[in-house]
């Protein structure tokens, strides 16, 4: 069982930057898979950055070039760097992990994913 605990929400202005942390209990034996997924009030839970062992595996449109995943296996903790947030970044954001290898393709797929954090809110104000 993948534990995973989300840190660093907060309230910004657009323009500004948040760090999101997810850290989970164990970063599983391999082959493993963890993403950042994010919801709005009133719509579904959507897919934002992908990773996996060897690295990056992508970003949803909507923040490419703005937010960046990263991983630190020493610490067993997840990273999403936001860059020039916007009011439509406002959300509930999760990290999820998954055991199953085939992550390159389902990596922004929420059903892909078995074990999920509390979430972390993010408000950005226009």
């Known amino acids: 069982q993948v534990q995973l605990v989300e840190s660093g929400g907060g309230s910004v202005q657009a323009g500004g930057s948040l760090r999101l942390s997810c850290a989970a209990s164990?970063?599983?034996?391999?082959?493993?898979?963890l993403g950042w997924f994010r919801q709005a009030p009133g719509k579904e839970r959507e897919g934002v950055a992908g990773?996996?062992?060897?690295?990056?595996?992508g970003y949803a449109d909507s923040v490419k070039g703005r937010f960046t995943i990263s991983q630190d296996n020493a610490k067993n903790t997840l990273y999403l760097q936001m860059n020039n947030l916007k009011p439509e970044d406002t959300a509930m954001y999760y990290c999820?992990?998954?055991?199953?290898?085939?992550?390159?393709?389902?990596?922004?797929?929420?059903?892909?994913?078995?074990?999920w954090g509390q979430g972390t809110q993010v408000t950005v104000s226009s």
């Open positions: 999820a992990a998954s055991r199953n290898a085939y992550c390159t393709g389902n990596y922004l797929r929420p059903l892909f994913f078995s074990y």
């Open positions: 164990e970063y599983a034996a391999s082959p493993y898979c």
């Open positions: 990773i996996n062992k060897v690295g990056p595996l």
